[in-house]
T-cell receptor
């Protein structure tokens, strides 16, 4: 069975500082990994995904994530936080081939001026 | 591309009534649609998976007679909450898979529907 753990339910960063959101997964097969962002009272927007190939994945809004198989991690980073990055971020995993997504508990990001 | 809409965005109903929520893929044909439930400050919980023209597959613990799902076409799925009660109040989100993304499990999410049962 697949599972996702997001370390830290809340993260506070200063505007312009590095954003680092941690995600560890468990999967019995090579996983597909996703990061989604959710703004208040809205659905989820896909930030980036890893399926195969290059382990460093670049997404929208300046975010990127690196798949590290040895660490079973898929941490999300952004070099410089912007006020508009304040939102809830969800990491998700699937075991491919039409399997469902399993979401982590989410990390709420607060950006301080 | 890959836009998913939901209607209504908010609905308030009386206890005992039924509520229908629509999920549409606007610019693509969705091979599979998913329905999630999200409680305040919590993650998404998958309720069911539906494929066009076939019965939905419900997750363990989800009452299929209470949460009726119909996937009548490749662009429309509906969730009907029957005989709604206050404990059914929640944020319901649908998502859809794009045929071109088949095999990558990418899902595109709708904006959600907030249901309040009085």
């Amino acid at each position: 069975a697949q599972s996702v753990t997001q370390l830290g339910s809340h993260v506070s960063v200063s505007e312009g500082a590095l954003v680092l959101l941690r995600c560890n997964y468990s999967s019995s097969v090579p996983p597909y990994l996703f990061w989604y962002v959710q703004y208040p009272n809205q659905g989820l927007q896909l930030l980036l995904k890893y399926t195969t190939g290059a382990t460093l994945v670049k997404g929208i809004n300046g975010f990127e994530a690196e798949f590290k198989k040895s660490e079973t991690s898929f941490h999300l980073t952004k070099p410089s936080a912007h006020m508009s990055d304040a939102a809830e971020y969800f990491c998700a995993v699937s075991e491919g081939a039409g399997n469902k997504l399993t979401f982590g508990g989410g990390t709420r990001v607060l950006v301080k001026p | 591309g890959a836009v998913v809409s939901q209607h209504p965005s908010r609905v308030i109903c009386k206890s005992g009534t039924s509520v229908k929520i629509e999920c549409r893929s606007l610019d693509f044909q969705a091979t599979t649609m998913f329905w999630y439930r999200q409680f305040p400050k919590q993650s998404l919980m998958l309720m069911a998976t539906s494929n066009e023209g076939s019965k939905a597959t419900y997750e363990q613990g989800v009452e299929k007679d209470k949460f009726l799902i119909n996937h009548a076409s490749l662009t429309l799925s509906t969730l009907t909450v029957t005989s709604a009660h206050p404990e059914d109040s929640s944020f319901y989100i649908c998502s859809a898979s794009l045929a071109a993304d088949r095999g990558t499990d990418t899902q595109y999410f709708g904006p959600g529907t907030r249901l309040t049962v009085l």
